[in-house]
């Protein structure tokens, strides 16, 4: 063990506890298996016994501060090495160095130590100006003047020419000095971080060229309270050199403060130093290189510190809401296997029809001109009626695109003229099946099929099985998330494959059916062994005991051994343990407990009277500890079992087609399309997705929408308000409320100020309305969203389906 990993398992261990009691020995193990190649999902699963139960989540949580806290250690390192190297580094240095638990306070203390350029203060030093510095530091009794005029110098190549250059000199060595204090720039950040202000303000002539920031034209907030999603889209208007953003402290002024020690900090910073007017002739020159060192050095460091705080914050937020509505739709119900009809609906160029066999397998197309020019409706009726009498289709996938209320009345229509089909249709979010179908992968998969029937194909299998489709595409395309172009990439993308990882694992992939996008998110496996996998199913046939998969190329025992227990093998195989849950390594205590019941396995399986008898204890061994073996017999009662909810499908309000249909009042039933911080979005059958906002999520404060809503969740909406113009739609999930009442209170659904936003002074009450609070809704089918006077218009269109807002 390196010197190092103790105190990382010990600081581990310590955030662990705070949700629950963590032993360090938990986190060691956990670490050790991780370091040995092990997965998150199979360590949660099939190692309970050595890290003592530790979850998914709270693997998750310990991988990512492993990797946070090993980079600290190694930039501990190399910092204790350069300062020695220096010859610097004294015993209560590296002290403190060795007690810094973040980088920022590491880099604090390095500060003064670190190599720099040539700057104005070194010049300064290298002209002899440092004596000077030090003097009128020390003795402020002495004249600035006075004694500058001992310090000039005719030297060519340090010059000091007059007694300003010597002064000017003397005041940047001890800027540079007063500001790499890592006790007073502690001080200095903490009170920045508990009193500043994000304060924003529109660059001069950008008024129009960036109205959709009209709410940050005029802001300010506490730095502690600004949230994710305005954090996000005040960086945004920034970029994009709309809005000027500066961090302090309420002042009077344009920005900040006229006169030395005006300002909390440079005050801050005059008591660290003993620095003080008490009439002394170097006094008055003191506090202004006080206040330069405030103004020039410290608040610039301290603010972009901050603000990278702030954004990292803003990032690390949006990506968990991505994460978490990705799970949801990850884990949304499966119809099952059932050959199913997938229309890609449009206008002008028809609906795109593909027909997938129970297993997803592509079985024939066609395209149909139901809609204007063409209105070819009934011909399109007996097309489709064909089709499914020909493959016995039971389902109908219409995806939610251009003309899909339009599509889904077809398939009413077809369902009333073949009643004997007995199909069903369902409306599928359709985002991001043309990110598919323009793939490498659905190319080599469909070589001779047109994108636009690709497409089809995809809405169909995404019926049949979310989660199995889903994998194909990449993750930031399906169109969940806020802001997801604007955070770092290397994190979304790492939490997203996790949440894949986690997802793929927990449902189990039948091996004989996966595809290869859906096979390499198996723990343990990766492109190239899904690639084999599918390539030595092709050559051998179906796979008919787990063991098989030891002949596939380059499967190592290790990848074998992780990847296993989460391969099943639904129908044909030699035992039906590979059909379950239980890693092949366990079988040995199914066996055990099929000799001692004196039971054959089949009977064993599915026999909860017979396994609710049984004392796990019994059949614990030296490998095998008591929390394996409760998991194997609750596995035996439920083999295979699928975590994911019934399959369930909303039903559209027939005639509601278009947002001109919709009243005041009106109940509806909807599908969660996305849900962030200030609400969630609901499809209602009117290719415009409305808005619940948070405070009309339920009849109690909700502090987070995922603990209310989810995304593919099926809810009840009442219709508040509908704006034509800029079609909005607020709704309510408190079917008490009425629209009428709402308007009485004077305010829209969603336009609440939040409790946290601050005016500036010279604003009137309420002239400062913050845009994510305001309504909105995900508008299907455009590039951006159009919504003038709303700031966070971005938030909206980050949120549009397919995640194609261009930027």
Known sequence: MSTTLP?????????????????????????????????????SRYRKEVTGALDDTQLRQL????????????????????????????????????????????????????????????IAIESGLLPLADALYENPNLDPEVEAEKYLSSSEENPVADVKAALEGARYILMDRFSEDAALLARTREYMENNALVIAKVAKGKEQEGIKFKDYFDYQEPFKKVPSH??????????????????????????????????????????????????????????QVVSWTWKIKMHMHISGDLMSQLREQAETEAIRVFSLNLKDLLLAAPAGQKATIGLDPGLRTGVKVAVVDSTGQYLDQGTIYPHAPKNQW?????????????????????????????????????IKQYPDLRLTKVMVNEAGASVYSASEFAAKEFPDLDVTIR???????????????????????????????????????????????????DVGVDLNTA????????????ETLANNIVDFRNEHGSFTSRKMLKEVPRMGAKSFEQSAGFLRIISGSENPLDASGVHPEAYSVVKAIATKTGKKINDIIGDTQLLKSLNPADYVTEKFGLPTVTDIIAELDKPGRDPRPEFKTASLKDGIEKISDLKEDMILEGTVTNVTNFGAFVDVGVHQDGLVHISCLADKFVDDPHKVVKAGQIVKVKVQEIDLQRKRIALTMRLTDSAKDKQESGHNAGDKKPQNARKPSNQKPGANKNANQKSGQ??????????????????????????????
Not at 262 to 283: F, L, Q, T, V
Request: hydrophobic share 40%; aromatic share 4%.
């Open 7 to 43: 105190r990382i398992i010990s600081t581990i261990a310590k955030e662990l506890s705070t949700v629950k009691p963590t032993k360090e020995s938990q986190v060691q193990a956990a670490i050790e298996l991780l370091d040995d190649g092990a997965t998150v999902p199979f360590i």
């Open 63 to 122: 991988e990512e501060r492993l990797k946070y806290l090993r980079e600290l250690e190694q930039r501990r390192e190399t910092i204790l090495k350069s300062i020695d190297d220096q010859g610097k580094l004294t015993d209560a240095l590296t002290l403190s160095i060795q007690a810094a638990d973040t980088k920022t306070t590491l880099e604090d203390l390095y500060l003064p130590y670190k190599p720099k350029r040539r700057t104005k203060a070194t």
């Open 230 to 287: 305005r954090a996000l889209a005040i960086f945004r208007g920034r970029n994009e050199g709309i809005l000027f953003v500066t961090l302090d402290v309420e002042a009077p002024g344009e920005f900040g403060f006229t006169k030395p020690m005006d300002h909390p900090c440079e005050r801050m910073i005059a008591g660290h130093w003993n620095i003080a007017d008490n009439g002394r002739p170097a006094d008055a020159w003191l506090l």
């Open 378 to 414: 009934n011909e399109s009726i007996a097309t489709i009626g064909a089709l499914a009498k020909k493959y016995k289709a039971e389902l109908i996938a219409v995806g939610n695109g251009t003309a899909s209320r339009e599509t889904d009345k077809l398939a009413g229509d077809i």
């Open 455 to 505: 497409g089809a194909v995809s809405i169909a299998r995404r019926l049949q099985d979310p989660l199995a489709e889903l994998v194909k595409i990449e993750p930031k395309s399906i169109g969940v998330g806020q802001y997801q172009h604007d955070v770092n990439q290397y994190q979304l993308t790492d939490s997203l494959e996790a949440v894949i990882e986690d997802c793929v694992n």
């Open 515 to 526: 595809s290869m996008p859906l096979l390499k998110q198996v723990s343990g496996l990766n």
């Open 778 to 807: 995900n508008q299907r089918g455009s590039k951006q969203a159009q919504t003038p006077n709303n700031a966070m218009a971005d938030q909206l269109s980050a949120a549009l389906k397919g995640g194609n807002f261009k930027k």
